[in-house]
């Protein structure tokens, strides 16, 4: 296949985890030809992330939730490889989606690291995003020494090499998503020294109701509870890091007691010594930017994230585009799943869900809400910055340059942020500390500012309008002029 080659499809679908294969055998089950474009480097996503096949060709699913379903799903996808309905491109990124005149997608490709381009361009009559999210970090005194990670970058470690990244871990953030990374570090031979959740697991009282609507997850909080108490795993609730100490690494953290607002309660602090990781996780980032850039409406989610707008079919009020799992709201594998054979069934022939369908849904975006509301940022965890504090790693933007740029300049956005002190002009395009500078520039640590709702939502869109959302080399951008025109 030439590099240059342009191939038209039926339906494209970004993503080939929980969403993105859901939405690919849907849609490829009922006639469609489908194109499933997917930077790993085989099906499975972030959720089902496992050894390469490769390697080892029948993984028993160890350490996932969920693995039938993947099973089935892949068996599915495989099928429709077979019948021809359903080309796969893994190791791709998309970094450009445009329209062309008489209204087709347009998906420019770029290789994920270390590949080769495969082809250069795919055309669709509709598309489904399912780009998934990452972790969103907070920053502290010291979170930028090496040994630290997100939370999900030492889960996908451990899936994917069957091994750890150091010996001895503190997890610290908020949100269920803890527990599994916690596990995962404790079966596969790790000592995780503490759990730091920020929240205290009364704020689940009110919200009892939504979470009988989803008897799994009590289920899978039970086999939590057995694993912690298999491997004696400290769960200390209200606690967070207040920092991170190390010379050339990680190698202690200070914890203390928070209030409900976050605050540290002064005579709490405790040293935890001999810690070499340390994973933080405080919620997700959804990826919207491909969506954003199309013009999706967008809105602030119960957790602060900016999130995308659907109707009841996944569709956007962008004609021909579809969404599902984390761009429309954080809310689990198994939403993801019921989104994405939703969002495939409706690009492919416009089919509307059933009753059954929209039922799961709403249980499930429902439980959601209410993890979110358990589970808040909290509100002064930009007390424990210092003038000195690293915000914007990548260029090394220290958090007194940015309080100086809000009180003496007015950048009170993370786009004129952006403009005074270079926060989000790195590698990541402020994917890092996009959230965290949207709430420091605004002064909104939380960042659902419920007086002031629209100043959030300008401030995270404004971080999400990227153009070009994966790095490109000069050459790729060279051809650009070369391209065909629209048909």
């Not at 969002?343 to 959601?368: D, V, W």
């Amino acid at each position: 296949m030439s590099a240059q080659q342009n191939i038209s499809f039926d339906v494209a679908v970004i993503g080939a985890g929980p969403a993105g294969l859901a939405a690919a055998v849907a849609a490829a089950e009922r006639g469609a030809r489908v194109a499933v474009l997917d930077a790993g480097a085989q099906p499975g996503g972030q959720f089902w992330r496992h050894r390469p096949e490769t390697v080892f060709p029948e993984p028993d699913g160890h350490g996932h939730h969920g693995w039938k379903t993947y099973l089935d799903l892949r068996a599915r996808f495989e099928a429709a490889r077979t019948r021809g309905t359903l080309h796969y491109l893994p190791n791709t990124q998309v970094w450009m989606v445009e329209r062309e005149d008489a209204g087709r997608f347009v998906l420019r490709l770029t290789p994920a690291t270390g590949t080769q381009l495969v082809q250069a361009t795919v055309r669709a009559d509709k598309l489904v995003s399912c780009t998934g999210g990452y972790d969103r970090q907070l920053p502290l005194p010291g979170w930028d020494l090496p040994g630290v990670m997100a939370a999900g970058g030492i889960q996908a470690f451990i899936k994917a090499n069957g091994a750890l990244p150091g010996k001895r871990f503190v997890v610290a953030g908020t949100g269920p998503f803890l527990l599994p990374v916690a596990a995962n570090i404790a079966e596969a031979g790790g000592k995780v020294v503490a759990v730091c959740e920020a929240a205290s697991l009364a704020n689940w009282l009110p919200h009892l109701g939504a979470a009988s609507g989803v008897p799994g997850k009590a289920l899978e909080g039970a086999e939590y509870a057995g694993i912690f108490a298999k491997h004696q795993i400290r769960y200390r609730t209200r606690t967070v890091v207040t920092q991170v100490l190390g010379e050339t690494g990680a190698s202690s953290v200070r914890i203390a007691k928070v209030d409900a607002d976050g605050a540290v309660i002064a005579g709490t602090e405790q040293l935890l010594e001999d810690v070499d990781v340390v994973g933080f996780g405080w919620g997700f980032t959804p990826q919207v930017e491909l969506a954003v850039a199309l013009g999706a409406e967008t809105r602030i989610d119960a957790d602060g994230s900016l999130v995308c707008v659907v109707d009841g079919q996944q569709a956007t009020n962008i004609a021909g585009l579809y969404l599902a799992g984390e761009a429309t709201g954080v809310g689990g594998a198994v939403l993801a799943v019921a989104e994405g054979l939703v969002a495939g069934a409706a690009a492919a022939t416009g089919e509307t869900p059933s009753a059954g369908a929209n039922r799961q849904i709403k249980r499930h975006r429902r439980f959601a809400g209410a993890m979110h509301a358990a589970h808040p940022v909290p509100e002064k965890w930009d007390e424990l910055l210092t003038d000195e504090t690293i915000v914007c790693r990548c260029e090394e933007v220290n958090h007194g340059s940015i309080v100086a740029a809000r009180e003496d300049l007015g950048a009170t956005d993370a786009r004129t942020m952006k403009s005074f002190t270079r926060t989000g002009m790195g590698w990541c395009q402020g994917k890092v500390c996009g959230f965290a500078v949207s709430c420091l520039s605004s002064g909104d640590s939380a960042g659902k500012q419920s007086n002031g709702t629209q100043a959030s939502h300008a401030s995270l869109s404004a971080v999400a309008k990227r153009p070009v959302v994966a790095p490109l080399t000069l050459g790729e951008i060279s051809t650009l002029d070369s391209r065909p025109p629209s048909a």
